[in-house]
């Protein structure tokens, strides 16, 4: 966000953590974030707050799920809109939004593991931030900044993770999701699809 023409930070965020474990198979964190945005003369907070809990259903497969509220930021969730941006009189503006997900994995050996998961995003639909992004767009961009930009998104993925030996790991992943944008493409939709197969390889240090 600092990037952004215009924008500054002066401190880096300033985040914590806490975790309580309630049993040998339950264990729940809550979770907070806080950084100053600065743009010329005006200053605002950005701020986030998250839930989350780690659930051990029976050895070798643990349910998780985690819940964000984010204003003003974009650095600790993925996919999330620009958190600052400027309007055309300067004054700095925040995105805000919602966030859940949840996941499961299953530990079938000691070198195959698999996950099934889900994540929902909500953007909140504030006008004066869409029409910052509208105004923004270059005079020969092919799409609205706006289009580029999320209402509101969906994802549901599942992949397999196999280890041959410890710090080698190779999985493969297929996502699909759904988003609907805060402004209407060229060819007046708002909705587009993500359909897509990963494959990765991993060494751990």
Do not use: C
């Not at 659930?55 to 600790?76: I, N």
């Not at 698999?114 to 909500?122: A, Q, S």
């Not at 029409?131 to 994802?155: E, H, R, V």
């Not at 790991?169 to 493409?185: H, I, K, M, W």
């Amino acid at each position: 966000d600092a990037t952004i023409t215009g924008i500054k930070q002066r401190l880096p965020a300033l985040t914590a953590r806490l975790n309580h474990k309630f049993a040998d198979n339950l264990t729940v964190s809550a979770r907070a974030m806080g950084n100053e945005k600065r743009v010329n003369e005006d200053e605002k907070t950005a701020w986030g707050v998250g839930l989350g809990a780690k659930y051990d259903v029976v050895p070798g497969t643990t349910l998780k799920a985690d819940y964000y509220h984010v204003k003003g930021d974009s650095s600790f969730v993925s996919y999330a809109n620009t958190g600052v941006i400027t309007a055309a009189n300067g004054d700095l503006l925040q995105s805000e939004f919602d966030s859940i997900s949840v996941g499961l994995t299953q530990q079938f050996n000691d070198k195959l593991r698999g996950t099934l998961g889900y994540g929902y995003m909500n953007f909140s639909n504030d006008q004066d931030y869409v029409n910052a992004l509208i105004a923004s767009t270059p005079a020969d961009a092919t799409q609205s900044n706006a289009t580029k930009a999320n209402k509101d998104l969906w994802q549901a993925w599942a992949n397999v993770f196999y280890s041959p030996t410890k710090p080698l790991s190779f999985g493969l992943e297929y996502v699909y999701g759904e988003r609907e944008a805060l402004g209407a493409a060229t060819n007046g939709s708002t909705k587009g699809k993500d359909n897509r197969i990963n494959a990765v390889a991993i060494y751990n240090f």
